[in-house]
């Protein structure tokens, strides 16, 4: 089945630790992004990336840094530099038609929290 | 300004109403649109693309306005397990690669 694979599921982490994130899709897709969604909030833009070797910063990079340097893999580490790391972490990919990009499809999220 | 902004809700829906929001955007080169839906504690899910022309998926119609720069969704004969969360999401031309969600419109459909 084609999709995408977040994982862990459920993440703890202790204060000054960096802690990856895992996003793989095999869907062939070229674009992946991640998003931090906090409670009742919307998803806010981490990192995106159109192409292998290539990402952008999103709105909220501080304290993020990802690398994509396989098409279907794009993880995502949170340093101890991010000061309020604990939400749900969204990873998506999508495609490119006509110019602009199709619909994104979702991870099942990984749920970080520092304790 | 916020790139795309939803009104929060709550929205409270007696089942069986009809019931409509909208979703604004400020880059007039954004060229797809979405409607997600997304679940208490759950992914979001491609609820509905947005045509040009408009589009209907059963009790779903989504319509674009480019002239005022927003998409709006109606959801007709409302369900109660339509209550949910509605992200909208846009994309522009002058940077394909980077998808931006609203905030979100909490619907609660009651008895």
């Known amino acids: 089945d084609g999709g995408i694979t977040q994982s862990p599921k459920y993440l703890f982490r202790k204060e000054g630790q960096n802690v990856t994130l895992s996003c793989e899709q095999n869907?062939?897709?070229?674009?992946m992004y991640w998003y931090r969604q906090d409670p009742g909030q919307g998803l806010r833009l981490i990192y995106y990336?159109?192409?292998?070797?290539?990402?952008q910063k999103g709105d909220i990079a501080e304290g993020y840094s990802v690398s994509r340097e396989k098409k279907e893999s794009f993880p995502l580490t949170v340093t101890s530099a991010q000061k309020n790391p604990t939400a749900f972490y969204l990873c998506?990919?999508?495609?490119?038609?006509?110019?602009?990009?199709?619909?994104?499809?979702f991870g099942q999220g990984t749920r970080l929290t520092v304790v | 300004r916020k790139e795309v902004e939803q009104d929060p809700g709550p929205f409270n829906v007696p089942e069986g109403a009809t019931v409509a929001f909208n979703c604004t955007y400020s880059?007039?080169?954004?060229?797809?649109f979405f409607w997600y839906r997304q679940d208490c504690r759950k992914e979001p899910k491609l609820l509905m693309s947005?045509?040009?022309s408009g589009n209907e998926d059963g009790r779903f119609t989504a319509q674009l306005n480019r002239a005022s720069q927003y998409i709006s969704l109606l959801i007709r004969d409302s369900k109660l397990s339509d209550s949910a969360t509605y992200l909208c999401?846009?994309?522009?031309?002058?940077?394909?690669?980077?998808?931006?969600f609203g905030a979100g419109t909490q619907v609660v459909v009651t008895p």
């Open positions: 998506a990919s999508s495609n490119r038609d006509r110019g602009a990009s199709t619909e994104a499809f």
């Open positions: 990336s159109q192409i292998v070797n290539d990402f």
């Open positions: 999401a846009v994309n522009s031309l002058d940077s394909w690669g980077k998808l931006q």
């Open positions: 947005v045509y040009s």
């Open positions: 869907l062939n897709h070229d674009a």
């Open positions: 880059n007039s080169a954004s060229q797809s």
